[in-house]
């Protein structure tokens, strides 16, 4: 699943990024913004009707996103802890 496509408030966890071309420069700022495997993401908020910019909780640093951006992102849904 990309991070794009995540249901919004629902916990992920980051698989890779990856690039779009060869030495992509957005998936490597991603990268250096802590998208990285294993790190816990959700998708907070949204622009109106599903429009950009997307905002993405990635531990406790959120960032506004394009919808492109995070169509670079990789995740797997947190599965639920017993309660």
């Known amino acids: 699943m990309r991070l ?3 249901p919004k408030g629902a916990a992920a966890v980051v698989d ?3 690039d779009a071309q060869a030495n992509d420069p957005i998936a ?3 990268r250096d913004l802590g998208f990285v495997a294993g790190e816990p ?3 907070v908020a949204q622009g109106p009707l599903g429009a950009d910019p997307l905002l993405i909780q ?3 640093t959120r960032f506004a996103l394009r919808r492109s951006e995070a169509a670079r992102v990789a ?3 947190k599965e639920q802890e017993a309660a």
């Open 16 to 18: 890779r990024v990856d």
């Open 75 to 77: 995740v797997r849904l």
């Open 28 to 30: 490597q700022r991603l």
């Open 41 to 43: 993401v959700r998708l």
């Open 58 to 60: 990635i531990g406790s």
């Open 4 to 6: 794009s496509d995540l």
